[in-house]
């Protein structure tokens, strides 16, 4: 199926946001497509995304997913932000003296978002304190251990995710995640994890940092990508601090207090600094 977006898109942006985050086994993404197993309904297979003409994206599917092709499309679209129009932010950062650059050379900036939100969650949740590439590590390994095996035909693609009632009865301490984090993918699992969408931004990041083991960052973060924020804005972000005042860092408050001027729009402010800084200092990055 052949799926339209409003030009431009940064469609490397986004396959370079989703490769450093890819979880192994159940994620890939290769020669300018991502792809990944998924389960609709207690159907598995595999749907991959590419390019096409005319401001398209292709998304196929397995023969088994091909009922549930129009949902699957719904998702494609929030998790690739095609529904937004880049015209929405056009010159809002033009002369900004920490985005101006950025957004001229990225126009077609977007917003990842996500396939599941527990699974982004957990992700979100397993890189704290650690690296992007540990994260993805241990995400894999969490996958490899309780998700379902899946013959996919890919060799990068073995396993589906666990879903939150696997992992809720699931002793998940033996993986190499600290304590703490085990015990919050726990609650999340248990029922504790409420994304309404259409949320505003107030009520869903205080619901999150209700559950013990999740703060603002995380919260925003998880925000931004599963309710498709456009506001939501992880301030404690070192790689935003560093940008915003690369020779003394801002602290949190500070930073919050400088992206005033980003409002509403503050999760595409967050996504440029991030754009450029991938080879800079990956450990720092979100997610």
Same mark, same amino acid.
């Given at each position: 199926?052949?799926?339209?977006?409003?030009?431009?898109?940064?469609?490397?942006?986004?396959?370079?946001?989703?490769?450093?985050?890819?979880?192994?086994?159940?994620?890939?993404?290769?020669?300018?497509?991502?792809?990944?197993?998924?389960?609709?309904?207690? +159907?598995?297979?595999?749907?991959?995304?590419?390019?096409?003409?005319?401001?398209?994206?292709?998304?196929?599917?397995?023969?088994?997913?091909?009922?549930?092709?129009?949902?699957? *499309?719904?998702?494609? !679209?929030?998790?690739?932000?095609?529904?937004?129009?880049?015209?929405?932010?056009?010159?809002?950062?033009?002369?900004?003296?920490?985005?101006?650059? *950025?957004?001229?050379?990225?126009?077609?900036?977007? *917003?990842?978002?996500?396939?599941?939100?527990?699974?982004?969650?957990?992700?979100?949740?397993?890189? !704290? !304190?650690?690296?992007?590439?540990?994260?993805?590590?241990?995400?894999?390994?969490?996958?490899?251990?309780?998700?379902?095996?899946?013959?996919?035909?890919?060799?990068? #693609?073995?396993?589906?995710?666990?879903?939150?009632?696997?992992?809720? &009865?699931?002793?998940?301490?033996?993986?190499?995640?600290?304590?703490?984090? +085990?015990?919050?993918?726990?609650?999340?699992?248990?029922?504790?994890?409420?994304?309404?969408?259409?949320?505003?931004? /107030?009520?869903?990041?205080?619901?999150?940092?209700?559950?013990?083991?999740?703060?603002?960052?995380?919260?925003?973060?998880?925000?931004?990508?599963?309710?498709? &924020?456009?506001?939501?804005?992880?301030?404690? /972000?070192?790689? #935003?601090?560093?940008?915003?005042?690369?020779?003394?860092?801002?602290?949190?408050? !500070? #930073?919050?207090?400088?992206?005033?001027?980003?409002?509403?729009?503050?999760?595409?402010?967050?996504?440029?600094?991030?754009?450029?800084?991938?080879?800079?200092?990956?450990?720092?990055?979100?997610?």
């Amino acid at each position: 199926m052949l799926v339209p977006y409003t030009p431009p898109l940064d469609w490397s942006g986004l396959l370079d946001f989703l490769q450093w985050r890819q979880i192994p086994g159940v994620e890939s993404v290769t020669d300018d497509a991502y792809s990944r197993t998924v389960c609709v309904n207690g +159907a598995a297979g595999v749907l991959r995304v590419s390019p096409a003409s005319g401001d398209r994206l292709e998304v196929t599917v397995s023969d088994a997913l091909l009922p549930y092709l129009p949902s699957i *499309v719904q998702t494609v !679209q929030a998790l690739f932000d095609l529904d937004f129009d880049p015209a929405t932010l056009q010159g809002r950062f033009a002369s900004d003296p920490l985005l101006g650059d *950025v957004a001229r050379r990225y126009p077609g900036i977007r *917003v990842p978002g996500c396939w599941d939100a527990f699974e982004l969650c957990v992700r979100a949740v397993i890189r !704290q !304190q650690i690296s992007v590439a540990g994260a993805s590590t241990l995400a894999g390994c969490l996958a490899a251990r309780f998700g379902t095996p899946i013959n996919s035909g890919s060799p990068a #693609l073995t396993t589906i995710f666990p879903a939150a009632e696997t992992l809720a &009865h699931a002793d998940i301490s033996g993986l190499g995640l600290v304590s703490a984090r +085990a015990r919050t993918i726990s609650a999340l699992a248990s029922g504790n994890l409420n994304l309404t969408p259409g949320s505003d931004l /107030d009520s869903a990041v205080e619901s999150l940092t209700a559950i013990p083991g999740i703060g603002p960052w995380t919260a925003n973060y998880i925000v931004m990508r599963a309710l498709k &924020h456009p506001d939501a804005f992880p301030a404690a /972000d070192l790689i #935003l601090r560093r940008a915003a005042s690369p020779n003394a860092p801002y602290t949190a408050r !500070q #930073l919050t207090a400088y992206a005033e001027r980003w409002r509403p729009f503050r999760a595409y402010a967050a996504l440029l600094p991030w754009r450029t800084m991938k080879k800079i200092d990956s450990t720092a990055r979100p997610g």
